[in-house]
């Protein structure tokens, strides 16, 4: 659905987002992450026809960006970090504005659709301005969708919002997963990305990595097993060390730390051995890795790189 | 609906709301409908002697000067026309200072509330959406000048005396509000476009205005001087040179008002 092969943006000489290649799959929800500064709101707004790219190119469902903006346009919604209604229009008034300006045939019904879908059908007809920062979130939300779009540009949609609503505009952007729809998520919340994001991309400026957020997990820290038994003794330790597929073996207290290839597999032979080595296990689990821990090692080792980078250069 | 209708539609629903921009714009409407009355009827009535003051014989006798025949009418007569005509020129500031509030807070205030990008996201092209918005400054800022002078001539016609009303709504009078009027709007809401490019907030932008009250407020003081008289040619001179402003104006505010622009250097 959306494919940008270089994409580049630079104001004025300073670089905003260097050689941006990715493919974003129809129905996919996609997320941006990176730091302040990173790009990702550039680009949204690159995607959304808003500002040109300076290098590079991008398809967005079948229109060549440059080329054919104003259908790429009737085909994106976007939803901004700050919601930008109308405060003095009303919820309905402010729908009815930009389904006409999409060009939707039956504005009313749109319109009704998604006050309804997003739970502000009773207060239509109050002004924006009176709303609450998560009633305004919605219907932004609304608003990007009340022309059906192929493909929504979400930028922060929760930044904000008080844990329940948070949670409620969570849950409706899952729900547009099941309608077919391409997302892309820009988000600082890695927990929003963990729960919501089929693949996530990790940029500064220019991309770092690119692929689902278990993917990554094992490409950074591989998988492993804690052991947490009654005492550890050298027997165990010599045990586990000599099975083959035992690919490191760290000792902590009462906790064994063993790196496996293939977990699932090996797992029955690892626990088979510690108990012939005479240990009493107490539990078994794998080592989880949240997607901040990720993260956070994806751009430490871009820092680190840039600066080799730097250094050579001089 | 073509866009720019509904631009326009959402800017006049904005702007009916928006008490104290109205307030902005009548206000000063109300004072130059009310003023020249308070001056022409008022005050001769509160204090008859004010027709011997030596500002007003003067001023009498300029225009007596420049137009012979007012030399027979009674003096009251006189002090009325001369009254309501230089108010006519006044009158002016009405769609000068509506416009330039209009199209200030709609760019500025747009700007001010980051309703700019999702309204840019949409298909709508930078050149309806410069028009809907340009429309939506000028039309009401023209329409609250004829309006008022309508008021003005049927105030003139019930309280002055029936001499007053065909010298004022003559051909120079007419002309000023019909087709300077539109102009100066125009000229209002280009330089109102082009100052929204910089300025963070709606009055700063609106300060621009002094570019446009000054020359107007300049000609009233120097017409109540008697240094000049304003006739149809000097009304048609200014037309062409206001026309060719205008078109000016507006290119450079069309050329400011690209969406990249306005996204990253007018935020």
Redesign the interface.
Known sequence: MIATKGLTKA?DGKVAVEALTMEIRSGEIFGLLGPNGAGKTTIV?ML?????PTGGEAVIGGYRLGEQD?AI??I?G?V?E?P??????SAR?NLE??A????VTDVARQVKKYLRLLDLWDRQDE?VGTFSKGMKQKL?LA??LVHEPKVLLLDEPTSGLDPQMTRVVREFIADLRGQGRTILLCTHNLDEAERLCDRILVLKTRPIALDTPEALRRRLFGRRVIVTLAEVTERILERVRALEFVRDLQHQGQQLHIALADPERENPHLVRALVEAGAAIQSLAEEEHSLEEIYLRLIEEEAAAYQAEAASAR | ?S?VL?ILK?EW??LR??HLLMLSMLVPALVFLVLPFVLAILIPLLDPSSLNDRDVRRMLELLGRAEPELKRLDPLVVLHIYIFRQFVLMFLLVPILGALSIATYSIVGEKQ?????????????TTELLLGKSLAAALPATLLVWLTFGLYVLGIRALSPPEVLPRVANPVGLSLIFLIGPLVAVLSLGLGVIVSSRAKDPRTAQQVGVVLILPIVALFIMQMRGFFSLNVQWVFASAIVLLGLDVIVLKIGARLFE??TI??RWA
């Open positions: 104001y707004r959304a026809a808003l500002v040109a104003a346009r009737r994106v976007i901004t700050a930008g209604l109308y405060e003095r229009l008034e504005v930009y006409r300006l999409y060009g002004p932004a608003r990007a | 609906m866009p509904v959402k629903t904005d709301r928006h509330n980051r309703t700019l990008e999702p309204l840019l996201a949409t298909p709508i092209t969406r990249e996204l990253t």
